[in-house]
Each structure stands twice: as structure tokens, then as C-alpha cells.
């Protein structure tokens, strides 16, 4: 299941973080019959690799060689649809003409349905492709179309999170400029929203998700009662058992579902409920029962909320370095779409190298081992762990002989068996086990938070706003290449170069802005900012003022009034500067702190003139 889903999360990043640019690669007609070519590859490669194992079958008949190769088969073929959709991406750049669509370039939740439907798409090859082989190993009861249909229910019922994150992003564009909704368009505010919707999802989605999936009851019965009184011995309350129709009900598999317990499932697939015998029920059940008792489904969503917050205090950081250099920012700044294309893709492979290493190597270890804690909690609850044990082998030889079939979110079928046995003879290596993930869950989570804390800090310091002025310098630059004329281009200019402290330059560029705009407000105040903080030879406090005075006059915002105080200030007139800041402050800005302490320095400077007026 996290497989899947890493998947999807990879398909998303690969389709939405490319700019398709302002040209097109190919006309409509080419573009079109080159997909419609890389389509049919990809069904003939499908095809070729599923017809093999079909041979080897009537061949050699071994069931579990055959299930091996099929799961390698379709992880391999997972992975071509994903590059399958990079060439449709990246090479062909579909999206220069899906931008006609309504909304496909305002809304991240259409965009990313559509990359997400391309994915699906490739992969409903694969399973009609694949059908046959399925259908010899699991002995599957319905039919291919069936298979199919439940197939996209699960991917469906993976995907609500996105969803629901995406419509979110989608209405916080929406949020008026006010500061009552100012805190939601912050890093805080946005990272916030995400947790709670995470949070609301892993606690109501349940309800919906077994729905989804058109799970039904179990059938009253005395395996039922069974089950139901062994959970209330053990004081474990939940909604219900269901059916689980997973891959169309012949995967042998079980689950929970659900943090409250009215809303707590436990998900069992029909084939699995044939094979085993009561008592081996009873031991999956407790299994399963672990998880809640060892809080591992709040644990995994902390996991997901650390990736989260891990990958979005990095990514600007990741995205500045690679701005910093010359040929990935002229990347960045081509109108052609095959430059638009290599930057597209080094911006996305950080991001797809963080998701890979953090998912396959660490959650990847803490679910392995979190599996582990579950079972040594079924043999506790059982007294022994052979039920289980029994069970494991069972799903094992019925599943086509997988006992070693390696898995990077679960130990192999072997190895959870061996660790039983070693715990049943050793049961210090239980509490050794626990210590030990305990452990790394804490370690774990120290470094994530000092990570993505060192994240969001380096983009505060010095260093990096240096580095941010420099790409932002270099982007002006290169779009007034191309409109010398632009006002706006020269006001941002010479605020950004005045910022840097780059004097002579900040007068040049501003004087040229109000040749070009000689009322503009901006452009105004900024000059007269210079003149009045600046050092000789560019301290001119008689045309700061007069620059502000105009400035105010056009636009009397909070800054420019700032800019005036300020010039009134280098005037020595004092008593204007303070009318001035405390007209400022009326307006109440967002930078209420630095008025303030502007106003107290003017104070200082009228209370120190009266002093000296005085002692004469």
C-alpha cells in the first residue's frame, strides 16, 4: 500500500513541477501521434513481459516462482509508467497544450488529477496485461474487468489525502488579502492547515474509505462471535469486521483501519478468512490489534508530517542553490521549452531523491520493525507465537511459495518466523526490540526537527538573502533586456540594489526610473531613502525631502511616510518627523515594531535639541 502511494506522490512531482515555457516542442499533430507511439510501447513492452511468465507457467508450473517474478514484473512496470510520464512531460511537453484547458494552470488539484489519470492509465495496462498470471497464482474469482475496477477503488481510496490537501491549496489562492487571513498564506499558517487536515483524515476518513473499497460485514457467525468476544476479552473496542475486496478480494491479506474506535475497521480479505482456522484468526487479529495498542498508525502519520516538514523548509533552499548557478538560472529563464525542460528536471530530482531515501530507507525501517512490534504483541496476547507462526506459512505457500519474497516495509515471511522463535526461546530480545525502536523513533525525530529548523533558519540569514537579491538581481537584469522601457523592472531594481547597500548603482538605476516615470511613488521614495541614509557624497538631505514630500503627496502609504519622517529627520525637524511617523503608525502596519522605534528616536533627537537649546 505505501508502495503504491510513494508511487503516486512521484507521478504528482514529476507532472506538476514542470513549466512547459512559452514554445511548444512539437506541433499538436506530432505531439499527439508521438504519445499515442509511447502508449503503444509501453502496452507491448506490458504484453512481452507478462506473455513470458505465461510461457513459464505451462513450462514449469511452480506457482511460487512464477508469483515472484510477477510482483518484480509489475514494480518494473510501475516504474516505466513513471517514465512513461516523464517523456510525455519532459520530452513531448503535453502541457504547453493542456494549458488551453480551463483552470488547468490556476488549479494544482485539476493538473495534478490529470498527470495522476495518465499514471492510472498506464497502470490499467499493466493489470489487464497481467490478469492471466494473477488469475494462476491467487485462483482469483472475478473477472478481469472486476480485477481492474477494484484495482483503481484502492488507488482511489490512497489518493483522498492529496485531495483533500490540493482542493486546500487551491482555495487558499482563493483567501482575500486581509489580515484576518494573513496567518494562512504563512509558512506556519500553510504547514499548520496541512497537519490538521492530516490529522482530521487518519481520524474521520475511515468512514469513507471502507466505503471506497465496498467493504462489507462479516456475516454473523460463530467464527464472527468468535473474533468479537476474543476482542472483548482484551477490552479492544472497534466498528466492525469487514470483508476487505482488495485486488478483487483474492489477495490474502488483513488490516485496521481507524484511531476512534467508532471508527475503527478491521479489514479481512475473503480468501484469507477461507484459509485459516480459527485460532489462526484469532492470532491475526491480535496482530492487528498491536498496531492500536502500540500506536503505530499515529506514529506513521508523524512520519508523513516529518517528510512534510522536512521537504518544505528544504525546498527553497535547494531551489536557491541551484539558482545560484549561471546556467541553471538561464535554465530557468529560457522561453524555450527543451531549457524549461532541464531545469524542470533538476529541480524535481531532489525532491524525488528525498522522497525515495526517506521513504525506502527510513519510514521504510520503522514500519519493518513497527511489523515486528505487532507480532511480538500477537504472541503476548496468544501466550505463544505458533498461530501465527501457522498463519505466516500458510499465506506464504498459498501466495505461490513467497517465505522469502523481500519487502521493504515488511521483513520477509522467514525472517518474521525466525524472530519469533528467537523471542519465544529469549523474551528479553522483546523488550531489546522495543528499546530499540523507541530509541530510533526519538533519535529519528530530533534530526528531522533540527533538520527542517535549519531549514526554515538558513533562509533568515544573511548569506541567504544575499544569495536571493543575486537571483533576483540576475532577473531583473534579464527581462530588461528585453523591456528597457519597463518602469516596474527599474523600481524593483533599484529597491533590491539600494537593500544591498549598492549605492552609486541604486542612484543610477532610480534617477533612470524617474526619467522614465518622473510621478512614480516608488520610485520616489526609495530615492529620497537613499539621500537621506546614505553617506557623503550621497547624503543630500534637501532633495530627500523634496522627493519624499511628492512621494507623499502621490501614494501616502506607511513607507512612504516612513521615508518622509525620515528625510524630515536628516533635515533636523524634528517635530514634522514625529507627525510624520505617527501618521505612519495610524495606519497600523504589518512592521508596527520599526515604526515605533523610529518614533522613539525622533523623540530623542527633539528632547536632546531642547536640552542644548537650554544649556545656552
Known amino acids: 500500500m505505501v508502495t503504491q502511494l510513494i508511487y503516486c506522490i512521484i507521478a504528482l512531482l514529476l507532472f506538476t513541477i514542470q513549466e512547459p515555457g512559452t514554445l511548444a516542442r512539437y506541433s499538436p499533430a506530432s505531439t499527439l501521434l508521438l504519445a499515442a507511439a509511447v502508449f503503444l510501447a509501453y502496452c507491448g513492452l506490458c504484453k512481452l513481459a507478462f506473455l513470458r511468465l505465461e510461457r513459464d507457467m505451462v513450462r514449469y508450473g511452480s506457482a511460487g516462482h512464477i508469483a515472484v517474478r510477477y510482483r518484480k514484473a509489475e514494480t518494473r512496470l510501475a516504474m516505466f509508467a513513471l517514465v512513461a510520464l516523464s517523456i510525455y512531460t519532459y520530452v513531448l511537453n503535453i502541457k504547453y497544450y493542456l494549458r488551453a484547458l480551463p483552470g488547468f494552470e490556476q488549479s494544482l488539484t485539476f493538473s495534478g488529477l490529470f498527470g495522476l489519470g495518465l499514471y492510472l492509465l498506464h497502470l490499467t495496462v499493466v493489470w489487464l496485461a497481467g490478469y492471466s498470471v494473477h488469475h494462476h497464482i491467487y485462483h482469483v ?13 484502492f488507488y482511489a481510496a490512497l489518493l483522498i489525502p492529496w485531495l ?27 504547514l499548520l492547515l496541512f497537519g490538521v487536515l492530516l490529522c482530521g483524515f487518519l481520524l474521520f476518513s475511515p468512514w469513507l474509505v ?63 478468512l477461507a484459509l485459516l482456522n480459527l485460532d489462526e484468526l484469532r492470532a491475526v487479529v491480535a496482530h492487528e490489534m498491536g498496531h492500536i495498542r502500540r500506536y503505530h498508525i499515529p506514529f506513521y502519520l508523524m512520519l508523513f508530517l516529518g517528510y512534510s516538514f522536512l521537504a518544505y523548509s528544504l525546498d527553497g533552499v535547494m531551489t536557491l542553490l541551484l539558482l545560484k548557478l549561471d546556467f541553471m538560472l538561464d535554465w ?22 528525498l522522497l525515495l531515501l526517506y521513504f525506502r530507507y527510513l519510514f521504510g525501517f520503522f514500519m519493518r520493525n513497527s511489523e515486528r512490534q505487532a507480532d511480538l504483541y500477537a504472541m503476548g496476547v ?27 516495509h515488511h521483513y520477509s515471511i522467514r525472517q518474521r518466523i525466525q524472530f519469533l522463535l528467537r523471542c519465544q526461546d529469549n523474551p528479553a530480545l522483546i523488550h531489546k526490540h522495543d528499546r530499540k525502536l523507541y530509541g530510533a523513533a526519538a533519535l529519528f525525530l530530533l534530526l528531522v526537527l533540527a533538520l527542517a529548523g535549519a531549514g526554515f533558519q538558513f533562509n533568515k540569514t544573511p548569506l541567504a538573502k544575499t544569495w536571493q537579491s543575486d537571483v533576483q538581481l540576475r532577473i531583473i537584469e534579464h527581462h530588461l533586456q528585453a523591456e528597457p522601457e519597463d518602469a516596474n523592472l527599474y523600481a524593483v531594481y533599484g529597491g533590491i540594489l539600494l537593500e544591498r547597500g549598492d549605492v552609486r548603482n541604486a542612484e543610477h538605476i532610480l534617477q533612470q526610473l524617474l526619467v522614465l516615470r518622473p510621478d512614480d511613488p516608488r520610485g520616489l521614495n526609495n530615492l529620497a531613502w537613499l539621500y537621506a541614509t546614505s553617506p557623503p557624497p550621497y547624503y543630500r538631505p534637501e532633495a530627500a525631502l523634496t522627493l519624499a514630500l511628492k512621494a ?11 521615508t518622509l519622517a525620515e528625510a524630515y529627520y536628516a533635515n533636523e525637524r524634528y517635530v514634522e518627523a514625529l507627525e510624520s511617523i505617527q501618521e505612519a503608525i495610524r495606519k497600523q502596519p504589518p512592521n508596527m515594531q520599526y515604526l515605533l522605534q523610529q518614533k522613539q528616536k525622533f523623540q530623542n533627537a527633539l528632547s536632546d535639541t531642547g536640552r542644548s537649546s537650554g544649556d545656552r
Open 141 to 153: 474469482r472475478t473477472g478481469r474487468f472486476g480485477y481492474v475496477l477494484s484495482n483503481l477503488r
Open 164 to 190: 483533500l490537501i490540493s482542493l486546500l491549496a487551491d482555495l487558499l489562492q482563493l483567501i482575500p488579502e486581509s489580515q484576518h487571513w494573513s496567518f494562512l498564506t504563512t509558512d506556519a499558517g500553510q
Open 210 to 272: 471502507v466505503r471506497l473499497w465496498r467493504c462489507t460485514p462479516l456475516p454473523r457467525s460463530s467464527i464472527r462471535d468468535e473474533l468479537e468476544g476474543f476482542c472483548s476479552k482484551y477490552r479492544f473496542k472497534l466498528a466492525n469486521f469487514l470483508f476487505w475486496p482488495i485486488f478483487a478480494g483474492d489477495t490474502l491479506s488483513a488490516a485496521i483501519m481507524g484511531v476512534l474506535p467508532r471508527l475503527r475497521y478491521i479489514l479481512i480479505t475473503p480468501s484469507l
Open 332 to 353: 530557468a529563464l529560457s522561453p524555450e521549452s527543451g531549457e524549461l525542460t532541464l531545469f524542470s528536471i533538476a529541480t524535481s530530482l531532489p525532491a524525488i531523491l
Open 382 to 408: 496468544i501466550g505463544h507465537p505458533f498461530t501465527l507462526i501457522s498463519s505466516l506459512q500458510k499465506i506464504a505457500i498459498h501466495s505461490g511459495h513467497i517465505e522469502d519474497l523481500p519487502s521493504w
Open 552 to 562: 507623499a503627496a502621490l501614494e501616502p502609504d506607511s513607507a512612504v511616510l516612513d
